[in-house]
């Protein structure tokens, strides 16, 4: 299964990460958690998503899942 990780700011828009099959990361970005949302549904809606925050942010970073 692939997870989603990505980091909101309400004036910013959304920026997520996640790896495909094959090993590959992938950056996105989205004006809004709305586009977010909606792309989660349609093309990637068999994921998991996990919001990065301040709290879990080091924990991310070292496993090197961001």
Known sequence: M?????EYER???VN?????AFGERHYNYFSSLLNFKQ???Y???SS???EI????YKD???RGLI
């Open 2 to 6: 692939t997870v989603i990780y990505y």
């Open 11 to 13: 004036i910013l828009g």
């Open 16 to 20: 997520s990460t996640h790896d495909d």
């Open 39 to 41: 792309w989660v549904s």
């Open 43 to 45: 093309e990637m809606s």
């Open 48 to 50: 998991e998503i996990v």
């Open 53 to 56: 925050t301040d709290s879990n």
């Open 60 to 62: 991310l970073a070292s």
